[in-house]
């Protein structure tokens, strides 16, 4: 299967929660990312968390890391119609000496309905 | 300041031509990467590249090659192009132990005919 799993789609209401899933299988991943495009654009790093951490929160968005099931999810709080765009989940593993061999899941299309 | 560029931002060609995209850090990164975005959004490494290593994904055909005239810089070549090489390719720097994050450009919509 694949490394990194996300759902294709979620519709919200404008002003709702968002919750966006991933699981991954390495669970040697130091690094775990969300990454945000828009349509037309680059990928934007939303925001990333360290594998020996269980939570980070940065404004409206909070990523909980559940490293004994392998899931990650990233939590956007007050959804706005702005944030309509598809998001990536990826695990980062060793590439040579770096960790930019980013495994990303097929990407997570949020709708936000006003 | 963009961070990473990339330029062209479309890139229309006929088959069996040769291409270039360029791509630029100003974050002094020593890393720097090629991803390419299929017709169904799926992402995958191609290239990694700093002054040490050339680290290649064994599923990249030999038609592609990257040229870092210096570290600030690593360019894309292709040559003979093929319908199926028609995707979105993504440059990247960042992503060592120093500087966790990875930082897109772009990209670069490349359209084979």
């Known amino acids: 299967g694949e490394d990194v799993e996300q759902s294709l789609f979620l519709s919200v209401r404008e002003g709702d929660s968002s919750v966006i899933n991933c699981t991954y299988t390495d669970s040697s991943s130091t690094y775990l990312y969300w990454y945000k495009q828009e349509p037309g654009a680059g990928l934007q790093l939303l925001t990333y968390?360290?594998?020996?951490?269980d939570m980070k929160q940065d404004q409206r968005l909070t990523v909980l890391l559940n490293k004994k099931d392998k899931h990650l999810s990233l939590r956007i709080a007050d959804t706005q119609t702005g944030d309509s765009a598809i998001y990536f989940c990826?695990?980062?593993?060793?590439?040579?000496?770096?960790?930019?061999?980013?495994?990303f899941g097929k990407g997570t299309k949020l709708s936000v309905k006003p | 300041d963009t961070a990473v560029s990339q330029t062209p931002k479309y890139l229309v060609t006929q088959m069996g031509n040769d291409k270039s995209i360029k791509c630029e850090q100003n974050?002094?990164?020593?890393?720097m990467y090629w991803y390419k975005q299929d017709s169904k959004k799926f992402l995958k490494i191609m290239f990694s590249?700093?002054?040490?290593?050339?680290?290649i994904n064994e599923t990249v055909p030999n038609r592609f090659s990257p040229k870092s005239p210096d570290k600030a810089h690593l360019n894309l070549h292709i040559n003979s192009l093929e319908l199926g090489d028609s995707a979105v390719y993504f440059c990247?720097?960042?992503?060592?132990?120093?500087?966790?994050?990875?930082?897109f450009g772009s990209g670069t919509q490349l359209s084979v005919l």
């Open positions: 990247a720097s960042g992503g060592t132990a120093t500087n966790e994050k990875l930082f």
């Open positions: 590249y700093n002054n040490k290593e050339l680290i």
């Open positions: 974050l002094g990164h020593d890393t």
């Open positions: 990826a695990e980062s593993k060793r590439y040579g000496g770096s960790q930019g061999n980013l495994i």
């Open positions: 968390i360290f594998s020996n951490m």
